[in-house]
């Protein structure tokens, strides 16, 4: 498999890991994945104009060495740079292989804090197997709090009354929340897993 653009050497899948930049890297070292796609929907005069695309992988290895590969089409005015829509449908094709590739690796990194701390770490938050996630100093109980997700975070709240509810749905006050960019597969699948979490 090989990933080239314009903008960047070849990256190279091998064997059991890959070549980049004239360096070569193992699957075993990847330990963590931060992967962002966006549409962005552009307007003038509130007319919509455009719609650019864009993706963001960052590859986070054991050294904590980041390989950061990314592709925006909105750094051209009100248009569309077509040129970057394969470059970013092959980064979107190599983040999923990369994914899959590395998921129990990856996973070992939590399930190895859940054995030594009885609990694990991810954005800042603590989340504690079939009881509850401590953002900062504040808990949130799994079976007395409300969590939502949207796009690229899952925010938390304690359930409450119908103004709390409706205060929560127009976000017109900033939410404890956890972004869910980096290792997406992992942390969702430990929130379902550990925390009986999940959506549709």
């Known amino acids: 498999m090989l990933f080239e ?28 994945l931060f992967f962002s796609h966006v549409l962005t929907t552009q307007r003038l005069n509130f007319v919509k104009v455009g719609q650019p695309e864009s993706a963001y992988l960052h590859i986070i290895l054991s050294s904590h060495k980041k390989l950061k590969l990314s592709f925006d089409e909105s750094s051209f005015f009100m248009g569309l740079n077509f040129n970057k829509k394969k470059d970013i449908k092959n980064l979107v094709y190599l983040y999923a292989f990369l994914a899959k590739k590395t998921f129990a690796n990856r996973l070992e990194h939590y399930l190895r804090q859940i054995s030594e701390n009885g609990y694990f770490v991810y954005d800042d938050c603590r989340f504690y197997p079939n009881n509850k996630i401590v953002f900062r100093k504040k808990e949130f109980p799994v079976k007395s ?34 972004n869910t960019e980096t290792d997406h597969d992992i942390i969702f699948y430990l929130l379902e897993k550990y925390l009986g979490l999940k959506w549709s």
């Open 5 to 32: 653009t314009d903008r960047y050497n070849a990256f190279q899948i091998t064997a059991d890991g890959f070549n980049y930049n004239g360096s070569s890297y193992l699957f075993d070292e990847i330990s963590h």
């Open 145 to 178: 709090s409300s969590f939502m997700k949207r796009c690229g975070y899952v925010g938390m709240r304690p359930k409450s009354g119908i103004v709390d509810k409706i205060i929560w749905e127009m976000s017109i006050i900033n939410l404890p929340q956890f």
